[in-house]
């Protein structure tokens, strides 16, 4: 997935993709459904926002009788790395350093996710000899 602000889903379109990366294929119905619990939306709204998706390459559509079932088209991971990647960029002049070091300053860090960092750094470090 390109770092391109068109080729990166917005808000919207990333609370129908984690659902679909969550639970997998569902119909805009189910979506709707699911997205109502959480916020006031239009079936309507989410219909249109689907669509476009599909138009942009983000989900897969099949038919079943008169309904759409919708998939992810493209890779959670991959999507997160692209949108990561603008962030750090836009946000923290492209120093991942940067932010992990306000992330973990600013959020209360258990001892576990410590010992899964120091790992991380050891296993980067490894890399680089």
Do not use: C
Request: cysteine-free; overall charge neutral; proline content about 2%.
């Amino acid at each position: 997935m390109s770092k391109d602000k068109n080729t990166q889903p917005t808000a919207s379109e990333l609370a129908v993709l984690q659902l679909l990366w969550e639970r997998g294929p569902l119909s805009v119905k189910e979506i709707h459904e699911e997205l109502s619990k959480e916020r006031d939306v239009v079936y309507t709204t989410v219909l249109k926002t689907m669509q476009v998706m599909f138009e942009r390459g983000f989900l897969s559509r099949e038919s079943q009788g008169r309904k759409h079932i919708y998939a992810a088209a493209i890779a959670r991971e991959d999507t997160q790395n692209s949108l990561l990647d603008t962030f750090i960029d836009k946000a923290f002049g492209g120093s991942a350093k940067e932010l992990a070091m306000r992330a973990l300053g600013n959020y209360k860090t258990s001892q576990s996710d410590i010992d899964d960092l120091k790992a991380l750094i050891d296993k980067l470090e490894n890399k680089q000899k």
